[in-house]
């Protein structure tokens, strides 16, 4: 019995920040990830809801609405409901979950928000990597997101160019009366196929083929960090994994940490990327 309460407290922080990172979780997809049945899975969204989670359904996915307020997944964890007993193990000090997330002013996510809800145009003062402030003028907000623990707005330039911009660098934001039409199209494309902040709903994906040893395998198969992949696996416990990308930043980052534990097989430019980053390095 202690054994099921320790996997399903585990399963249940797992699940909050995957939540809170912006996923939409099916329950055969939450089912898959933590290995249950799908009854068991059908009630893991409705325990965080009865600890006090805003956890929404729209077309089978789970989902949550982001509270005003909260800078980070564990400051959620900490204003759940105490009333349900296996959350309130969430809180205690025998779990340890590693959160670093990126700290913003909650008065940045407010009004860009409001200005995404209500299709407002935005005028931006940015501080570029150079330390140089630049006016970003009648941007059209699309989406906040977080990736690997940094919050970037996802949006259209004054030229209509699908850009991504660092929240923490808008020194200034100011709300406009112009609205903006949007296709809802885009943030599906976003929600169902984004990796990280690379990826492009704009630009034609193509499709990458990675030799994974066994130990890069068993990393795969436990935490599953693609959306989408086809993974084939050899009776030496390695693998070939396949999937879809936009932009080469989007996997090259987990290619060099994988090293040497795993190999480009296609496309040759995703390749030659790879060793000419480890000559620099070299």
């Not at 795969?220 to 050899?234: A, D, G």
Request: net charge positive.
């Amino acid at each position: 019995m202690k054994t099921n309460s320790s996997k399903l407290v585990k399963n249940l922080l797992d699940l909050i920040q995957r939540f809170y990172n912006g996923e939409k979780l099916t329950s055969k997809k939450i089912a898959e990830l933590y290995d249950v049945n799908l009854r068991t899975a059908q009630r893991y969204p409705n325990y965080l809801k009865d600890g006090g989670m805003d956890i929404r359904k729209d077309k089978n996915q789970f989902y949550l609405k982001m509270p005003v307020g909260i800078e980070n997944a564990l400051e959620m964890i900490k204003q759940l409901n105490v009333s349900l007993p296996v959350i309130n193990q969430l809180k205690t000090s025998i779990y340890y979950s590693k959160l670093d997330l990126e700290k913003v002013d909650l008065y940045k996510f407010e009004i860009l928000e409001d200005a995404i809800k209500e299709k407002k145009q935005l005028n931006i003062i940015y501080k570029e990597f150079d330390k140089k402030e630049s006016k970003l003028t009648n941007i059209k907000p699309l989406k906040i997101v977080n990736f690997e623990g940094f919050w970037y707005l996802l949006a259209f330039n004054y030229k209509n160019e699908y850009r991504r911009y660092h929240i923490n660098s808008m020194i200034n934001i100011k709300t406009l009366k112009e609205n903006f039409d949007l296709d809802e199209s885009i943030l599906a494309k976003i929600n169902e196929n984004a990796l990280n902040i690379w990826y492009n709903p704009f630009k034609k994906p193509y499709l990458v083929e990675l030799f994974l040893d066994e130990v890069a395998t068993v990393y795969i198969k436990r935490l599953n960090p693609f959306k989408r992949y086809v993974l084939k696996e050899e009776k030496d416990g390695s693998s070939i994994i396949t999937l879809q990308i936009t932009d080469e930043m989007e996997i090259l980052p987990f290619i060099l940490r994988w090293i040497p534990h795993i190999k480009v097989l296609s496309p040759k430019h995703l390749k030659q990327s790879v060793l000419n980053q480890v000559k620099q390095y070299l």
